[in-house]
């Protein structure tokens, strides 16, 4: 698995050719969805998530979170 496929659940073509603040509110997207598609198997599995699984869940919100604050500094915001 790639690190485009781990945190964002996507390829990195998938935002390559596009311009930077572009890419980075693809990437923030995929990582938002991909976020809440692994919160929901975590909270609809009858078992305890696995650590891996939920290392995963917390670096994945930790990349949404990060692309959210590049495209906040390009707004100018605090």
């Keep these: 698995m790639t690190a485009s496929e781990y945190y964002y659940g996507k390829t990195f073509e998938t935002w390559e050719n596009l311009p930077y603040f572009e890419a980075i509110?693809?990437?923030r997207d995929c990582a938002k969805g991909l976020y809440h598609k692994l919160w929901?198997?975590?909270i609809n599995s009858d078992k305890?998530?696995?650590f891996d699984k939920r290392v995963?869940?917390?670096k994945v919100e930790k990349?949404?979170?990060d692309n959210q604050k590049l495209?906040?500094?390009r707004d100018n915001l605090i």
Excluded: G, I, S, T
Aim: charged share 50%.
């Design 25 to 27: 509110e693809v990437r």
């Design 63 to 65: 990349a949404w979170k």
């Design 48 to 50: 305890e998530l696995p």
């Design 40 to 42: 929901k198997e975590m």
């Design 56 to 58: 995963r869940l917390w």
């Design 71 to 73: 495209l906040d500094e």
